[in-house]
Nanobody, 125 residues
Framework: QVQLVESGGGLAQAGDSLRLSCAAS????????MGWFRQAPGKEREFIAA????????TYADSVLGRFTISRDNAKNVVYLQMNSLKFEDTAVYYC??????????????????WGQGTQVTVSS
C-alpha cells in the first residue's frame, strides 16, 4: 500500500498560481488511480480532480475546470495539481488520495483507500 505526502500549499493572492505535489512511497504507484480533494472549514470534503493510471484520462469538478490541471509522473511517483487563477473560495486543505480498485468513477471519497495528511491553501482576495 502506498503512503502519500502532499506539499506545495501556502498563501496566495487571488489570481495567483500554486502547484501542489503528492509524493507516493512504494513501487506500485502506477497501479493506483489518483485524485485530489479539498475541505474547507465547516464543509464536507469535495472532489477536485482525478487521473488514470497512466495519466491519459482526467476528470475535474466543474468549480475548477479550466483553472486546475492534474498530472502524474509515474517514474517519480508523484501526482501534481497545478492551480491557476486562484479564487478566495479555493481556500481549503487539499488532500491527495489513491484508489487501488479498477472500478468506480473516482468522484467520491469512498472510491479511495489511501489519503495524505493534507496541505493548506489559503487565497486572499
Amino acid at each position: 500500500q502506498v503512503q502519500l505526502v502532499e506539499s506545495g500549499g501556502g498563501l496566495a493572492q487571488a489570481g495567483d498560481s500554486l502547484r501542489l505535489s503528492c509524493a507516493a512511497s512504494g513501487r506500485t504507484f502506477s497501479t493506483y488511480r489518483m485524485g485530489w480533494f479539498r475541505q474547507a472549514p465547516g464543509k464536507e470534503r469535495e472532489f477536485i480532480a482525478a487521473i488514470s493510471w497512466g495519466g491519459s484520462s482526467t476528470t475535474y469538478a466543474d468549480s475548477v475546470l479550466g483553472r486546475f490541471t492534474i498530472s502524474r509522473d509515474n517514474a517519480k511517483n508523484v501526482v501534481y495539481l497545478q492551480m491557476n487563477s486562484l479564487k478566495f473560495e479555493d481556500t481549503a486543505v487539499y488532500y491527495c488520495a489513491a484508489a487501488r480498485r479498477p472500478y468506480g468513477a473516482l468522484l467520491s471519497t469512498t472510491d479511495y483507500g489511501t489519503w495524505g495528511q493534507g496541505t493548506q491553501v489559503t487565497v486572499s482576495s
